[in-house]
DNA sequence: CTACATGCAAATAATTTGCATTAGC
DNA sequence: GCTAATGCAAATTATTTGCATGTAG
């Protein structure tokens, strides 16, 4: 299905379906998760598909520019990507001891966002909450 | 009041206050606005006082670490930084058209994050809020 | 066949760091 | 005087790009 997509984003932009971007595809589908580029380009390098860091990082600009792929955070390092086609929309809660992400979703926050924007005379086309903080398991040690 | 803070902070972790120190701190002080380490040390270069860029950056982490500054990180090149003393916590919502950065407030969207925090026992100590779309004179044009 | 994509390595850009020198406390 | 801070330039890290070659449509 994303595959589909991804297909008709191309075409749309007159590009190719090249073997590397449909391994990119892939494994970013593969798997739910938050990763960086660089966990992706090696999780590739392990599986029978290939594909070059710099094809990474080209078809990742296209994932999130087709809708299909989210950049989540801009950490310390490197951003931090999740795909979003069949993972409806969602927060984060990020715990500064041990780096876990935790999702949530709130359809008041939701409507309350919506109503911040319209009495602010802006037109939001999306957002991004990130909570940090201490974990559950975490909170107990610290 | 902030370079007391400062100083206070300093003097606790066995730091010392030199003058590049201050010069950062008073610029930094100097306005309210957000800012790029890059924009911040052109300032200083054409202020009175001097800094190198390594200063700055290496002052701009013990600024964050005192809670005097805070990261508004989001952006795809550099991080942004905002001064907080004075200035109490508020969210963002930033222009995809212009890039201007409008600042908010609503003590019920910060009381409905608590109650999410609580009900995930989640220890939430900060939150970043971005919402991103079109100003108020930029959705008339696009 | 003809764009566009690829891989590579070199280029960029933001930030950090090693080191010899300078300066708070 | 001792210890930490500075400036500089070199190092690092993440990401982008130029170019010669390969390949999808």
Redesign the pocket.
């Known amino acids: 299905m994303e595959n589909k997509i991804f297909?008709n984003f191309?075409?749309k932009?007159?590009?190719?379906?090249?073997?590397?971007?449909i391994?990119?595809l892939k494994e970013v589908f593969s798997f739910h998760d938050h990763f960086?580029?660089?966990r992706l380009y090696l999780r590739i390098k392990n599986s029978d598909s290939?594909?070059?860091?710099?094809?990474?990082?080209?078809?990742?600009?296209?994932l999130v520019e087709s809708g299909l792929v989210e950049k989540v955070t801009?950490t310390?390092?490197?951003?931090v990507y999740e795909h979003t086609f069949g993972h409806s929309h969602h927060d984060h809660m990020i715990c500064d001891r041990c780096g876990s992400i935790t999702e949530f979703y709130s359809e008041k926050l939701e409507n309350l966002q919506k109503e911040i924007c319209r009495s602010n005379g802006f037109d939001g086309k999306s957002h991004t909450l990130e909570i940090r903080g201490y974990c559950n398991k975490c909170k107990k040690i610290k």
Chains 1, 2 share one sequence.
């Open positions: 297909q191309l075409e932009k007159g590009l190719k379906l090249t073997k590397e971007r391994a990119v960086e580029p660089e290939k594909a070059s860091r710099a094809s990474v990082y080209r078809t990742l600009n296209l801009r310390e390092k490197s951003n």
